[in-house]
């Protein structure tokens, strides 16, 4: 019956569009989802796309907490409920429970894990970080591009963020999926359903923005140099013959944030892990030196020193003849791209 409700509302808002009528805002069917609310629309969203339903008697419960296994309910719905092979059980999880089939699938593609002891914690609330972060897997699960991040230093309470949440919410805010409030992300606070559906909706309305073209062969094997573009200035940089720097090229083109660390090197985060070689000490860091620290962390020196920390090498600029003022004191975006 909902969906027949806004199937004729969309009709309706068609007829009113070609007449030149300017239309009015339609209640929800929800009793507590007022028609000029936020959430309003993202809630008639996820409803006419049976993603999420009432809580009982016509409400949504706008301000209820977001649990661990309604999340992965919704997600699930949003895959389109595919069929499990093999049921994952958590001692917390009965086998008739709504959300077990969607835990199961969410388990074995990596988007969330148990939270010890064999226990789930289906009923636990979900934070603004931990949604971001289940997103965020969600998106990699499904092939999406998610090298696109924001440093949060906009908001005040960045720094409250979780070290496992950052790249995520990251990924979050520079594709307008998340929003802050006030100057704030709120990190650790609870997702509410109003959020969740207005997440959703961001999130659903724009994944073919995240689909990953296809790496061409010319990327995987015969790159040898890339254009690494600072404002108006361009150096050539000479990549290593590895693995790792061959899943950077995958990636191109990219353009990144850069942080300044230490008055010698930028380094930005991508989204997701890259490294696939053993990262060693060079001992020494060269001017020029483009290296991968961990395992999603990009570095670009501009100094030359010695060093105890490890890294893979992903290549080296060229010529270096002006790369420090290029890169300035602060916050600079740096593109890497194909070298044509």
């Given at each position: 019956?909902?969906?027949?409700?806004?199937k004729?509302?969309?009709?309706?808002?068609?007829?009113?569009?070609?007449?030149?009528?300017?239309?009015?805002?339609f209640?929800?069917?929800?009793?507590?989802?007022p028609?000029?609310?936020?959430?309003?629309?993202?809630?008639?969203?996820?409803?006419?796309?049976?993603l999420?339903s009432?809580?009982?008697?016509?409400?949504f419960?706008?301000?209820?907490?977001?649990?661990?296994?309604?999340?992965?309910?919704?997600?699930?719905?949003?895959?389109?409920s595919?069929?499990?092979?093999?049921?994952?059980?958590?001692?917390?999880?009965?086998?008739?429970?709504?959300?077990?089939?969607a835990?199961?699938?969410?388990?074995?593609?990596n988007?969330?894990?148990?939270?010890?002891?064999?226990?789930?914690?289906?009923?636990?609330?979900?934070?603004?970080?931990?949604?971001a972060t289940?997103?965020?897997r969600?998106?990699?699960?499904?092939g999406y591009?998610?090298s696109?991040?924001?440093?949060?230093?906009?908001?005040?309470?960045?720094?409250e963020?979780?070290s496992?949440?950052?790249?995520?919410?990251?990924?979050?805010?520079a594709?307008?999926?998340?929003?802050?409030?006030?100057?704030k992300?709120n990190?650790?606070?609870?997702?509410?359903?109003?959020?969740?559906?207005?997440?959703?909706?961001?999130?659903?309305?724009?994944a073919?923005?995240f689909?990953r073209?296809?790496?061409?062969e010319?990327?995987?094997?015969i790159?040898?140099?890339?254009?690494?573009?600072?404002?108006?200035?361009?150096f050539?940089a000479?990549?290593?013959?590895?693995?790792t720097a061959?899943a950077?090229?995958?990636q191109?083109?990219l353009?990144?944030?850069m942080?300044?660390?230490?008055?010698?090197e930028?380094?930005?985060?991508?989204s997701?892990?890259?490294?696939?070689?053993?990262?060693?000490?060079?001992?020494?860091?060269?001017?020029?030196?483009i290296?991968?620290?961990?395992?999603?962390?990009?570095?670009?020196?501009?100094?030359s020193?010695?060093?105890?920390y490890?890294?893979?090498?992903?290549?080296h600029?060229?010529?270096?003849?002006?790369?420090?003022?290029?890169?300035?004191?602060?916050?600079?975006?740096?593109?890497?791209?194909?070298?044509?």
């Amino acid at each position: 019956m909902k969906k027949l409700i806004y199937k004729v509302t969309g009709i309706i808002l068609s007829v009113m569009f070609l007449a030149g009528i300017t239309p009015v805002v339609f209640a929800s069917v929800y009793s507590d989802v007022p028609a000029n609310s936020w959430y309003n629309e993202a809630v008639n969203y996820v409803t006419e796309n049976g993603l999420m339903s009432g809580t009982g008697n016509s409400t949504f419960s706008p301000d209820e907490n977001m649990s661990r296994g309604m999340l992965m309910t919704v997600l699930y719905r949003a895959e389109g409920s595919p069929a499990i092979k093999t049921s994952i059980r958590f001692s917390d999880v009965a086998s008739d429970a709504y959300y077990a089939d969607a835990v199961s699938w969410a388990v074995q593609n990596n988007i969330v894990l148990g939270v010890g002891d064999n226990k789930f914690s289906s009923d636990t609330p979900v934070t603004r970080e931990q949604f971001a972060t289940i997103l965020y897997r969600y998106a990699q699960s499904k092939g999406y591009n998610t090298s696109l991040k924001k440093e949060l230093m906009d908001f005040a309470d960045a720094g409250e963020a979780g070290s496992y949440a950052v790249n995520a919410i990251c990924w979050a805010v520079a594709n307008k999926i998340i929003q802050g409030s006030d100057g704030k992300l709120n990190p650790g606070g609870d997702a509410t359903r109003s959020e969740t559906a207005a997440i959703l909706k961001r999130f659903l309305e724009n994944a073919k923005i995240f689909e990953r073209p296809a790496a061409s062969e010319q990327y995987s094997n015969i790159v040898h140099t890339m254009n690494v573009t600072v404002g108006s200035t361009t150096f050539t940089a000479t990549l290593e013959d590895n693995d790792t720097a061959k899943a950077l090229v995958a990636q191109l083109p990219l353009k990144m944030d850069m942080s300044e660390l230490n008055g010698n090197e930028k380094y930005s985060f991508l989204s997701g892990n890259l490294s696939v070689d053993m990262s060693s000490c060079p001992d020494t860091i060269n001017e020029g030196d483009i290296m991968l620290y961990s395992n999603n962390c990009i570095v670009i020196f501009y100094k030359s020193f010695n060093t105890s920390y490890s890294y893979v090498k992903l290549g080296h600029i060229n010529n270096t003849t002006g790369l420090a003022n290029a890169l300035g004191p602060g916050y600079v975006q740096v593109g890497f791209s194909i070298r044509n």
